[in-house]
């Protein structure tokens, strides 16, 4: 039997007032669905509508998680927010290191490692993003890529808060283009992936949760979670329509149970 866990990355997009709909409409299809326990859905609003999206999801079993956080507890930090503010709202999950918080906002896999550690230290389970651009793939250079952006991301990492971590290998040049990697690439991917977890935890690498990101929609939804070590996906453009959202979640619970 295998587990998902399908993530909606809202970016900026989405008021309280947005949110608040959305979150209903996902909370409606998911009540009607009703996936079993081995899915997982969530969704990572902006910061200001996370308060509307979780009275609105309440009682569907979809969780709510945010987009970033900051390493430290509290302090002269203006205008950031700490994982245990998070924890307070009731967010189950952080998204750290997405492609666009590194090449926007400059962050660097010494910077994540303290966020990744922050959220797990508040049990708050970060999803760590990796992945290539369209230059480091085309020179080759995208499992030493992924793989350093692994082993510099999660340094002292402790073995026991692994087993809480999730990663998103997430191709930069497949975000929201449209255009994917082939289900091919992403296991190919996944599986190096894999197998470094497998070194650097012993005891929970097999087992962790490695999320596929990237111009994931419906159409492509079933070849990409079918291969073996892909276990979830995190969406962008497609998570912001209900139903289309829907769709990948159905998929993760028909291949839950096949
Ligand atoms: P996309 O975004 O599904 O729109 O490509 C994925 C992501 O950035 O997490």
Redesign the pocket.
């Known amino acids: 039997m295998r587990q998902f866990l399908i993530a909606g ?1 809202w970016k900026m997009h989405t008021t309280p007032a947005d949110a608040a709909t959305l979150g209903k409409a996902i909370a409606e299809r998911q009540n009607a669905l009703k996936p079993s326990s081995r899915v997982q859905t969530l969704i990572c609003p902006p910061y200001i509508s996370i308060h509307a999206a979780l009275e609105n999801v309440k009682g569907s079993g979809v969780l709510v998680g945010a987009q970033n956080c900051h390493f430290e507890p509290k302090g002269a930090f203006t205008g950031e927010i700490a994982p245990n503010m998070l924890k307070a709202i009731g967010c189950t999950h952080v998204i750290i290191g ?1 492609s666009e918080r590194r090449q926007y906002f400059s962050e660097t896999n010494a910077l994540l490692n303290k966020k990744v550690k922050a959220a797990l230290h508040e049990g708050i389970v970060p999803i760590y993003c990796v992945g290539e651009t369209l230059t480091e793939r085309q020179q080759d250079q995208t499992l030493q890529v992924v793989r350093t952006q692994l082993i510099d991301g999660l340094l002292d990492v402790s073995l026991q808060s692994a087993s809480q971590l999730v990663i998103a290998y ?1 191709p930069v040049w ?3 283009t449209g255009l994917s990697a082939t289900a091919e690439q992403a296991q190919e991917v996944h599986a190096a992936i894999r197998s470094l977890l497998k070194e650097l935890f012993p005891n929970a690498g097999a087992d962790m949760f490695i999320l596929y ?4 929609k419906p159409e492509n939804a079933d070849e990409i979670l079918s291969k073996p070590d892909v276990n979830g996906g ?5 998570a912001l329509q209900a139903d289309s959202f829907a769709a990948i979640v159905a998929t993760a619970a028909k291949l839950s149970v096949s």
């Open positions: 990355n997405h997430e497949a975000i929201g990101g990237g111009s994931l995190l969406i962008g453009g497609a």
